[in-house]
């Protein structure tokens, strides 16, 4: 359905942290080669409902704090209240990501994108409500304050670039970031995140 080859491969190449070998997103809607972490927090969408939205979000757990796997247990409902204070708050949510991308570029997905993962909440983009019904999130790890990686800008444009060869209908003015969907509720990718190197990346 949407398996990319040929001209829709995207080349990924660290060591051990991201596939040798091309990128693509399988029938499934899994990427290949990327560490799978199957969250139980996703849905159906609704039917005959297009993926037209890409949604840029920023995590770290506790807040400030990278490396680790607190991400993975709070995605899949298994983060001990008791670890760290700030958990106490977030430990009863359930949400979720399709793809997060870590400090050093390492791809882990959680959802297959044609699955709702539950990332956006209240949301409206363009007077359409209920954001996760046709979006894909993706998340940085990091947060509103503190500049992200050059490798998280390249791995996110090259992901993009997959994503938007698989599903036209988001263009590039069609990626937005979570504070574009829920202004007033949410800030992040935040001021830190610089939209023209991405947006320059991509178009390149």
């Given at each position: 359905?949407?398996?990319?080859?040929?001209?829709?491969?995207?080349?990924?190449?660290?060591?051990?942290?991201?596939?040798?070998?091309?990128?693509?997103?399988?029938?499934?809607?899994?990427?290949?080669?990327?560490?799978?972490?199957?969250?139980?927090?996703?849905?159906?969408?609704?039917?005959?409902?297009?993926?037209?939205?890409?949604?840029?979000?920023?995590?770290?757990?506790?807040?400030?704090?990278?490396?680790?796997?607190?991400?993975?247990?709070?995605?899949?409902?298994?983060?001990?209240?008791?670890?760290?204070?700030?958990?106490?708050?977030?430990?009863?949510?359930?949400?979720?990501?399709?793809?997060?991308?870590?400090?050093?570029?390492?791809?882990?997905?959680?959802?297959?994108?044609?699955?709702?993962?539950?990332?956006?909440?209240?949301?409206?983009?363009?007077g359409r409500r209920s954001c996760n019904d046709f979006s894909i999130g993706i998340e940085l790890e990091g947060r509103d304050e503190d500049p992200y990686e050059e490798m998280q800008y390249g791995v996110l444009a090259e992901l993009s670039k997959l994503i938007?060869?698989?599903?036209?209908?988001?263009?590039?003015?069609?990626?937005?970031?979570?504070?574009?969907?829920?202004?007033?509720?949410?800030?992040?990718?935040?001021?830190?995140?610089?939209?023209?190197?991405?947006?320059?990346?991509?178009?390149?």
């Open positions: 359905m949407h398996a990319l080859t040929g001209q829709g491969c995207v080349q990924l190449v660290d060591e051990a942290s991201r596939p040798a070998g091309p990128l693509r997103v399988d029938e499934e809607g899994w990427l290949t080669g990327v560490r799978r972490v199957p969250s139980p927090n996703c849905d159906d969408r609704p039917p005959d409902t297009p993926i037209d939205l890409l949604v840029v979000h920023a995590i770290s757990l506790p807040p400030g704090s990278y490396g680790g796997d607190y991400i993975d247990e709070f995605f899949t409902n298994r983060l001990h209240a008791d670890a760290h204070p700030y958990f106490r708050t977030i430990e009863p949510l359930r949400v979720s990501a399709h793809v997060v991308i870590k400090r050093e570029g390492k791809v882990i997905q959680y959802v297959p994108f044609h699955r709702r993962a539950w990332h956006a909440g209240m949301s409206e983009f363009q938007m060869r698989a599903w036209p209908g988001i263009a590039l003015d069609r990626i937005v970031g979570h504070c574009d969907i829920a202004p007033g509720r949410k800030t992040d990718p935040g001021p830190a995140f610089d939209w023209g190197r991405l947006k320059r990346l991509i178009v390149r």
